[in-house]
Each structure stands twice: as structure tokens, then as C-alpha cells.
DNA sequence: TAGATTGTTAATCGATTAACAATC
DNA sequence: TAGATTGTTAATCGATTAACAATC
């Protein structure tokens, strides 16, 4: 899972690259630009197979469509919003969803101001017709930006409905076995950070 | 720094049990309502000074108190806001900052469409007037919500300017030697999710 | 072939868990 | 005193780093 974690940096850096017309790089001219050891990054690419070159080094193309593979970046991801609040509103304007192989296709809130405005270029909807949605539409999953209150219950109906994953922004605990769950903790990100300048003072 | 990051945990618990009038608490009983084992918690507190009794426990008043002030929640921490678009906007609306010990005194965009409007009943500066502000205001953090290809320099000057903390949003990495820094990572959250996703099918 | 660089094993480091003596 | 529970040391586990043989 640490491993996991780093993929991302690897997937971006290799764009990065890609897009600069590199052909090859070495662990240690990743390991300079990552901050990482090269020893790591080298034990990191064997996890997943051997995308190397003795004495020549990485293809940058290839090594990049791999890790792109493994985050599974091949298929789309179809995905329901839950909560269309200011965060949630955020999320939809801020991230450009459908580049990145998401399908946003379905937005859900039970307050009566935002059920039927349109964002993102989709209409709200109630939550009373999310049985319904889900059922039809089948959404993979789901990003949760309602109140903590209801996360757990939400994320319970949703698992039953056939949404198998969250990317949770609450400060709740989502407790759903076998569900994939990815929680975006800002307040305890907040409390860290000011631990760390109250330390730095 | 591992423990640091579990601090937030115990204390959310630790209020929600002194609204609930609880007293007192075992490691065992933490261990059952926080999924740690009762052992990491002992030593996890242990490492900031015996809080417990023995045969006792922990008094939860005492122990939230001690950790919110090894959190540093005893003093006010004054933010900026650098980027008042979705994702700032989101932030500022979503977290009740000055319930929580902070103070937002000012933000900044270059946008001549948000210069002048008022975000959280603050108004929203120009760039330009980021560095009177500074030198006159002394804020000590800011939350970095720009586009990524500025959040280095931003961070830079304001660094130079005696921000010492960054709260970073942007997919960037900010090299300041001596600032404090925290990132959240939307983009790496979102494709560690979609690997899992992609693992559970 | 010589040089470079990976793949992989072994050593180190840090964090978690287990155990138990200290003590309330 | 007996029971409970901490504080703390020792054992385990996992992840990172170092080393080097394999090989392009």
C-alpha cells in the first residue's frame, strides 16, 4: 500500500517527461527528481514487474503506460456525487472529471435550493430518486460530500445499491465491509498542520 | 510523525465523549471505539507524558486538554487565503475557521472577477497587495489553492514575507527549507482510489 | 569487452504489538 | 489486599536502504 501511494508521483513525473520528449531515464535521475532512494524506486517497479532495462535504464513511455495500467487508467470509472454543497460543488468545478477517465454521471442533494440547478453540466437531483438511479445507471462509485451525520448510513444504502467504492470528504468513519474506501481527512490534515507550526514557533 | 497524525483521532473521540459526560477511559475501551490496539495507544500517549493512572485509566477532560494543547489549539493561528477560486471558495464556505482557532484575515487572487467581491464576509484582494499586506497584517499560514504552476513561488515570497506554514492544495511540491507544509493530495487520493477500484472488480 | 544500471537479496531502521512489572 | 490498568521494555513486523551479482 505504500507502494500504491507512490504511483501517483511516478504516473505524473513520467507525463511530465513524456511531454518533454524524454525517451529513457535511470532510478537515479527519478530518485533526484522524487526525493526518493533510487534503491526504492527500484524495489517499487519490481512489485509490480520488471519495466527495466539492465545498464540502459527505464522507457519512459512504456514504464509510464504500465503504472498507468496498474492505477487502472485503462477502463472508466463511473461516479455519483452525494451532497452538493460547497465542497461538493468545488470538487465537480475544480476537477476536470471526464479527462481523467471518470464519468460523473449522476448528482445528488437533499436540500430543495440546489435539486434541479445544474452543475458541472448535470442536473441535481433528489436523493429520494437515488434507488431508482442507481439501480438503472449503475454508478461504480461515489464521492461523499454530505454531512458527517449521514455518511455511514449513506454509504451502507449506497453499498447495497451496488456502489462499491467512497471517496469520503466527511470526518466520519465509513464502516461498509468489502467496500474501497479513500477518505479525504481535511480536519485532521488542519489539526497536523497547526501541531507542526505550533512546534515550529 | 506517525503519532502526530493519530493526535486529531483521539481528541475528535475524546470530545465526543466529554459532550457525552463520560469521565473516564481505558486504553481498551479507546482501543475498541478507534480500531488502534490498546497497546499503540498507551505508548501513542506515552510519548507526550503519563496521562493515565494506573487501574484507572484516562480522565477524558484532562486528556482532551492535553492533547488539544500538544495540538496547539491553545493559541489562534491567522491564515490567508491564496486563490479564491472553486477550491478556495469551497474551503472558506465549508470550515467554520474561526470556531476553530483560526483567524482569516485576508485573501488574495489575481482574478479581476473576484478582486472586490467578499468570500466569508472578508473581501478579496488583488496579488498586488499581498506584500503591504504582509509586512503590515503578519499572517502566519496560507492556504495554497492557485494553480499548481505558481504554488512554488507563491510560496517563496511569502515565505520571504514571514509565512512560515503553507496548507497546500495544488498538485505541486513546495521546496521552502524552514516553512512548515502540509499537502492535500486530491489528485494522488483520487488515483489510489481508482486502483483500488480497479483491484476490486 | 567495459560501463552502466537493473533486479534482488541482505541489513537497517522505525513503527507496531506483546508482555509484564509497577502502582493506583 | 485484590483487581485493574498504566508505563515501559522486549519482540515482531513491515518498509526502507545498502550492496552486489546479473545482464544489457
Redesign the interface.
Same mark, same amino acid.
Given at each position: 500500500m505504500a507502494v +500504491? %501511494?507512490r504511483?501517483?508521483?511516478y504516473? %505524473?513525473l513520467l507525463s511530465a517527461l513524456e511531454r518533454k520528449d524524454t525517451t529513457r531515464i535511470s532510478s537515479h535521475e527519478l530518485s533526484e527528481k522524487l526525493g526518493f532512494t533510487a534503491s526504492q524506486i527500484r524495489q517499487d517497479l519490481n512489485v509490480f514487474g520488471g519495466f527495466g532495462q539492465q545498464g540502459y535504464g527505464y522507457r519512459v513511455s512504456d514504464l509510464k503506460r504500465e503504472i498507468g495500467s +496498474?492505477?487502472?487508467?485503462d $477502463?472508466n @470509472?463511473s461516479m455519483i456525487l452525494v451532497g452538493a454543497? =460547497?465542497?461538493g460543488?468545488?470538487?465537480i =468545478?475544480?476537477?476536470p472529471f471526464w479527462q481523467?477517465?471518470?464519468d460523473l454521471i449522476g448528482i445528488f442533494d437533499v436540500s430543495e435550493k440546489v435539486i434541479g440547478t445544474t452543475l458541472g453540466g448535470i442536473e441535481v437531483f433528489s436523493g429520494a430518486v437515488l434507488e431508482d438511479f442507481c439501480r438503472t445507471k449503475k454508478p461504480?462509485?461515489a464521492i461523499l460530500a454530505l454531512p458527517t451525520e449521514f455518511v455511514q448510513k449513506s454509504a451502507e444504502q449506497l453499498y447495497g445499491l451496488g456502489v462499491?467504492?467512497f471517496?469520503n470528504f466527511t470526518?466520519g468513519d465509513i464502516n461498509v465491509p468489502g467496500a474501497?474506501i479513500?477518505d +479525504? %481527512? @481535511?480536519?485532521?490534515?488542519?489539526?497536523? #498542520? %497547526? #501541531?507542526?507550526? $505550533?512546534?515550529?514557533k
Open positions: +500504491i %501511494r504511483l501517483p508521483k504516473y %505524473r +496498474i492505477l487502472g487508467l $477502463s @470509472l454543497g =460547497n465542497l460543488k468545488a470538487l =468545478n475544480h476537477f481523467s477517465g471518470f461504480e462509485a462499491k467504492g471517496w470526518d474501497c479513500e +479525504i %481527512r @481535511l480536519v485532521e490534515s488542519l489539526m497536523t #498542520f %497547526r #501541531f507542526m507550526m $505550533s512546534r515550529a
